[in-house]
């Protein structure tokens, strides 16, 4: 393996990334979303509606289950003498948290699907099989331009959505509250097991699809994992807490690990030009 090889392939797969408008628009999207509108409208926009922490609060009867069965470990986090700051730690603390997931999952398998299925749609992947780099520069490299991206974006986007969080509501906190003990498992260890995971499946999908759609809609089927778990804290069946994230990320890592054994039995030259493992 040469590093060279595998730094200059990944470098070329970021330059194609940006000129495909089906996988940059969503890269830009999705984050800002997530990063900054929702937290702004809770903390900025609410509270200047006619519109109390008790309706929101009240508007949904899974809100008011959430809460009525939060575990104490994380229900010290919240004084419930403080409506308006209640309302944003259970919404934006603990409710919402599971939905950052997103953020990863989306950039690495939109960057994976266009370095191995996308570049073969192109036709422009035979001159890099050619050249001496090997299967294992190749795969490292295509895989790298990936991860690297998606790890990066997501502690970035975490370190914006935490200026934000201890910003925009401070004269309701008037104290840095954000981030919670449980978003520290949930961004540096259960994200990049998420991304290894989705990178090794669109690997293993993209011997098999001959085009970037097909093999970014299939991989990204992995986002159901958020909605799973997003609707289990929703409905109270599961709670967040450090050592359920733990526990979730290492059960993430074993999947990764499996799914990674397999990519690299995948990955090989013939499959990349022919779609064929």
Do not use: C
Request: glycine share 4%; hydrophobic share 55%.
């Amino acid at each position: 393996m040469k590093w060279k090889n595998v730094l200059t392939i990944a470098k070329k797969d970021w330059i194609e990334v940006r000129q495909n408008k089906y996988a940059w628009v969503p890269m830009i999207i999705i984050p800002i979303i997530f990063v900054v509108i929702m937290p702004l409208v809770f903390t900025l926009l609410i509270p200047n509606l006619n519109v109390t922490p008790q309706d929101v609060m009240n508007s949904d009867a899974d809100i008011q289950f959430f809460v009525e069965r939060m575990p104490e470990t994380l229900a010290r986090y919240i004084d419930f003498n403080k409506p308006m700051e209640s309302m944003i730690v259970i919404m934006l603390g603990f409710m919402l948290a599971p939905m950052f997931l997103i953020l990863p999952l989306m950039y690495a398998t939109t960057i994976a699907a266009e370095s191995f299925a996308g570049e073969r749609e192109r036709k422009t992947i035979e001159s890099l099989l050619y050249t001496p780099a090997s299967d294992a520069d190749l795969l490292l490299g295509k895989g790298a331009a990936a991860a690297v991206p998606s790890i990066l974006v997501t502690w970035i986007g975490f370190a914006v959505y935490t200026l934000i969080l201890n910003l925009a509501p401070y004269r309701f906190f008037q104290r840095i509250w954000f981030p919670l003990p449980t978003w520290w498992p949930l961004i540096f260890w259960i994200t990049p097991a998420l991304v290894v995971m989705s990178i090794a499946l669109t690997v293993i999908i993209s011997a098999r699809v001959h085009n970037f759609l097909g093999a970014y809609q299939t991989s990204s089927s992995v986002v159901l994992l958020v909605v799973l778990l997003f609707a289990s804290q929703m409905s109270g069946v599961l709670y967040l807490s450090v050592g359920v994230e733990m526990i979730m990320g290492a059960v993430f890592w074993l999947i990764a690990l499996v799914l990674g054994y397999f990519a690299v039995k995948t990955f090989n030259r013939g499959a990349l030009l022919t779609g064929k493992s």
